[in-house]
T-cell receptor
Framework: GAVVSQHPSRVICKSGTSVKIECRSLDFQATTMFWYRQFPKKSLMLMATSNEGSKATYEQGVEKDKFLINHASLTLSTLTVTSAHPEDSSFYIC?????????FGPGTRLTVL | QKEVEQDPGPLSVPEGAIVSLNCTYSNSAFQYFMWYRQYSRKGPELLMYTYSSGNKEDGRFTAQVDKSSKYISLFIRDSQPSDSATYLCATRLSGGSNYKLTFGKGTLLTVNP
């Protein structure tokens, strides 16, 4: 139980394009999902908290117009990186709030050329 | 002072050794404590979840929480090469899993065959 999936697992795009990453809770409903970014050999950096049916709450320093988050259902949240640039290249991980704690997806590696 | 302090290591042990991983935290309001294991290029996997002080055992893993000293530990018995990963401690306030986690930086563990 408590499985979270992400799609795609890896994406390479050209600078200036937008990329959408999906996060799904497969066997439970999550009113809250979280989006993290992780740089090599660094810990997780929380970007935003996504609540089903309402606007996401962004952490300080995260551009909400650049990282669009939609949590349309209790099992799906999406992160769209708009007008991606090479500095947006990173490992993006989502998590979903289960009964007791957060369960993480496998991550999406984004490379912007 | 960071809210959660964790020695990043790296820590290298021979197969079969007992591994001790530790974190300290500063906010006495933290009530829930977790250990996640993260393999390279993967999302974190929940290992142990404890509430308040005490011990919890699951197979070769034992988690300890000492709220009086704000100290949390993870012990791995009979360590295996497959245990080689980064271990992240995390805490959160009381309430539901909708609350964000505060992570340590992670400890990189290598178990040598």
């Amino acid at each position: 139980g408590a499985v979270v999936s992400q799609h795609p697992s890896r994406v390479i795009c050209k600078s200036g394009t937008s990329v959408k990453i999906e996060c799904r809770s497969l066997d439970f409903q999550a009113t809250t999902m979280f989006w993290y970014r992780q740089f090599p050999k660094k810990s997780l950096m929380l970007m935003a908290t996504s609540n089903e049916g309402s606007k996401a709450t962004y952490e300080q320093g995260v551009e909400k117009d650049k990282f669009l988050i939609n949590h349309a259902s209790l099992t799906l949240s999406t992160l769209t990186v708009t007008s991606a640039h090479p500095e947006d290249s990173s490992f993006y991980i989502c998590s979903a709030g289960g009964i007791d704690t957060q369960y993480f997806g496998p991550g999406t590696r984004l490379t912007v050329l | 002072q960071k809210e959660v302090e964790q020695d990043p290591g790296p820590l290298s042990v021979p197969e079969g050794a007992i591994v001790s991983l530790n974190c300290t935290y500063s906010n006495s309001a933290f009530q829930y404590f977790m250990w996640y294991r993260q393999y390279s290029r993967k999302g974190p996997e929940l290992l142990m979840y404890t509430y308040s002080s005490g011990n919890k055992e699951d197979g070769r893993f034992t988690a300890q929480v000492d709220k009086s000293s704000k100290y949390i530990s993870l012990f791995i018995r009979d360590s295996q090469p497959s245990d080689s990963a980064t271990y992240l401690c995390a805490t959160r306030l009381s309430g539901g899993s909708n609350y964000k986690l505060t992570f340590g930086k992670g400890t990189l563990l290598t178990v040598n065959p």
